[in-house]
Structure formats: C-alpha cells, structure tokens
C-alpha cells in the first residue's frame, strides 16, 4: 500500500511538472466559453447579429437561453468530447515513458509492475475526475454571471448525475487507449486508435449499432437514449480488457525501450 501511494505521488509529480493538465483544462474550459457564447446570443440575437457574431439569415435552433438548455449542452459535450480529451490524458501518462526514455528506469526500481499500472491509472482516473469537476464549475459560474433564469434544484441535481455518469462511462473506456500507448510504445498509436474508435462510433451509430459498440455508449447515453444492460456490460468487458491487457504486457512483454 506504501508503494502504491508513492507510485501515485510521483505520477502526480510528472504531471504537475508538465503543460498537460493546463492544456487539458484549458481544452475542456472551452466547453462552458462556447455554451456561454451561445447564451448571448440567445438571449439578444438581434444585438449578436448587429455586432457581426450571426448573419442575418443564422437560424438559431439550440434552445432557449436558460440552465436547462446550458446544463444539456455541458451534458453532450462530456459524453462525446470526454472520450478523446480522457483518451489524451491516457496516452500521455503511459506513452510519455516511452517518449522521454524513462520506462527502462521505471522497471528497475523496487516496484511491482502492477504498482505502476494501477498507479497511473488511479492518476488518470482522478485527473479526468478533475476536468470535468473544473469544467461544471465553469460552467454555474458563466451561467450566474450572465443572469440565466433561476430554476429548481431538481435540475442541476439531474444534470449533475447524467454528467457523472456519462464521465464514468467515458473514463471507464481509456483503458484500451493505455495498452496501446503501452503495446506501441508512445503517444502517436493511442491517439491513432482513439480517433478509430472515435470514426466507428458515429458509423455505429448511423447504423443502427450504436448501443453495442463502447464508444458510442456514452455520447448516447447523454443524449437521454434508452440503453439496454447489455450497452453497459459492453463497456465494463472494454475496460477491464484494456486494463488486463495493460497489466499483462507490463507484466511479461519484452520493454526493449
């Protein structure tokens, strides 16, 4: 348990040594500034069209400036822009070892390899978790500094579990983005399957198939679809594959770099 705390402390380290958690916070900050940016227009859209941010003829079908209309589109963005931002993140803990030469010293020390994994994935998983909790902050604080109407509890708490749970399911599916990075030894090869995976889910979706492929599963369940178990079960299988693979190939596979 020692090792694994100080495991965790020293991924926290390379991190905050890092731009990455700046970038990626900056990334998923532009989610509340476009939502923001829509809810000025929606509130004046003849004063938008005066000052040039809409043509005249822009027809504006995103809702009505208020929380809801706001909420929902945090809720898509989490569901469908998690996955890549999160799979970056992946393949940046993982890929970096092999990018700056380090894994070689990583596996020398008196650390069990499973140690290493899981801390990086712990890592991961709390500095996703941090995004998304900064990105919802953003968020009530753009929406009370433009005035949005008041609304009940009952809204930002049903906003509030969709995006956590979506965010999970998005989470739950860097895994296989962490073995690649570790299988290809990198950070270009995971960003290269993410974006595969990224293609699949909108062919799967425009086919009808969308519910039975992992990638699809979030983005659908943030847009209130009605998912069988088996879209769930679809999703936990993805993940605790990626993360046994992972796993195994620190465990046994051949670190040649």
Sequence with gaps: MNNLAQAIWVEFLKARRSKMPLFTALGFAMVPLGGGFFMIVLKDPEMARRVGLISAKAQLTMGAADWPTYLRFLTLAVGAGGAFLFGLIASWVFGREYSDRTVKDLLALPTARFTIVLSKFIVIAIWSTAVTATTCLITLLIGTALKLPQVSSQVFLQSGAMIVAGACL??????????????????????????????????????????????????????????????????????????????????????TH
């Design 170 to 255: 998005t989470i739950a599916l860097v895994t296989p983005i962490a073995f690649a990075a570790s299988a290809w030894h990198g950070y270009l090869p995971p960003i290269g399957v993410m974006i595969l995976a990224m293609v699949l889910a909108q062919l799967t979706n425009a086919a009808g198939w969308g519910e039975y492929f992992p990638w699809s599963v979030p983005a659908l369940y943030v847009q209130g679809e009605d998912l069988g178990m088996v879209s769930y079960v679809v999703v936990i299988l993805t993940s605790v594959a990626g993360l046994v693979g992972t796993l195994l190939w620190w465990e046994w596979a051949d670190q």
